[in-house]
């Protein structure tokens, strides 16, 4: 433990030490007293509830994997933290920012500034090229179409895809498809990654590699990840591994 001297102010310096408390890094995203229940189609009936109360803290630079079983509410719980759905009660903090606030086209820019998502089905555009679906999320903000797509280029070498820029998505491989909307998530240089299960569609062998390209990426953009995983090895690579179960995040031990 590193210790200052605190000075007591008379002649006779008795000098104590203290401990210092290291500073924590700073709150990225915050949940707090987040429940989710979907209404029933019928508009009458209990309604089916995910979670409730439910309270998330990720610090600048975490990478937190959220496992659990299928249907425990997982995607539903990182459509909350980009703003994509609104909550039945309780709010998602961004700094200062409470999502549930926020109006659709706050919701939209706040998505193309500070979220980058991977989605569990990637929605790659399948007629358009890797560059153009890369470069999709820059020509929404009105970058011209030369510049995104010069960005998009670089992004696509940045995932391994330098040569593959000109491919339809559809022709492209699982693998290299996940690789493509990883770098459609970061094109704008956003703070947060939201990915959910990544890897979920691939073989080992490219799931692994999917799975050391975000952490590489994470690593190398100084960002802020959560990561929706059945894997639990990868969960185990993360510095946090949590579980949604029966509606409450409990915190693993990471063996
Ligand atoms: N928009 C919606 N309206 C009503 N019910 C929904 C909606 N979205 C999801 N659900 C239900 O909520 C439950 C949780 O769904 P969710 O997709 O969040 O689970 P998950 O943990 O991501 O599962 P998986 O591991 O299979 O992806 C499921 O029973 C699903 O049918
Ligand atoms: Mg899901």
């Known amino acids: ?116 998502y991977v989605w569990q089905f990637h929605y790659l555009l399948p007629e358009f090229t890797a560059a153009e679906n890369v470069a999709m999320p820059l020509l929404a903000r009105g970058m011209s179409r030369p510049s995104a797509l010069a960005k998009a280029a670089n992004w696509l070498a940045e995932v391994g895809l330098k040569a593959r820029g000109e491919h339809r998505s559809g022709e492209l491989s699982g693998g290299e498809q996940q690789r493509v909307s990883l770098a459609r998530a970061l094109v704008t240089e956003p703070k947060i990654l939201l990915a959910d299960e990544p890897t979920g569609d691939l073989d080992t062998k490219t799931g692994e590699t999917v799975f050391d390209l975000i952490q590489g990426l994470h690593q190398a ?35």
């Not at 990561?227 to 915190?251: I, K, Q, W």
């Open 221 to 255: 953009h100084g960002l802020t990840s959560v990561l929706v995983t059945h894997n639990l090895d990868f969960a185990a690579r993360c510095s946090r591994m949590l579980r949604l179960r029966n509606g409450a995040l409990e915190d693993l031990a990471k063996s």
């Open 1 to 116: 433990m590193s210790l200052v001297w605190m000075e007591d102010g008379g002649d006779n310096k008795n000098l104590q030490p203290l401990p210092v408390i290291p500073e924590q890094p700073r709150i990225v995203l915050r949940a707090e007293g987040l429940t989710k229940i979907y209404p029933q189609v019928s508009g009458t009936g209990p309604g089916l509830e995910l979670f409730r109360d439910l309270n998330l803290t990720v610090r600048a630079g975490e990478m937190v994997a959220i496992v659990g079983e299928s249907g425990a509410g997982k995607s539903s719980l990182l459509h909350l933290l980009a703003a994509l759905d609104k909550p039945t009660a309780g709010e998602v903090y961004c700094g200062q920012a409470r999502l549930s606030e926020f109006s659709s086209r706050q919701a939209s820019e706040f998505r193309n500034r500070d979220v980058g």
